[in-house]
């Protein structure tokens, strides 16, 4: 049974930054592209980042360019969002994917895990 566990939610002040982790086992990366979302309360889940698959560029929504990096460490198949420079309007709960639909492979989600930008 894949598993994606989410960690690293949590509340910090405007400006500031957090780290979110999302480790997936058992689940060979290079069969999956992974992706970040966010979804607020009656609303659609959001694209926030997709990671290249062959170690390239990242994709990145417009609200979050400049601000957020994505990145992943394959040997620990783990997938990491940097957000820095947090609004009040970064606040939501985010999600990590795995899409495996290249590859015929299912694809999974996170759990997901609670950002809280407040002062």
């Known amino acids: 049974q894949v598993q994606l566990v989410e960690s690293g939610g949590g509340l910090v002040q405007p400006g500031g930054s957090l780290r979110l982790s999302c480790t997936a086992s058992p689940l060979t990366f290079r069969y999956y592209v992974m992706s970040w979302y966010r979804q607020a309360p009656g609303e659609e889940r959001e694209l926030v980042a997709l990671l290249s698959s062959d170690g390239g560029t990242s994709n990145y929504a417009d609200s979050v360019k400049g601000r957020f990096t994505a990145s992943a460490d394959n040997a620990k198949n783990t997938v990491y969002l940097q957000m820095n420079r947090l609004k009040p309007e970064d606040t939501t709960v985010y999600f990590c994917?795995?899409?495996?639909?290249?590859?015929?492979?299912?694809?999974?989600w996170g759990q997901g895990t609670q950002v809280t930008v407040s002062s």
């Open positions: 994917k795995a899409n495996g639909a290249r590859y015929g492979k299912p694809t999974y």
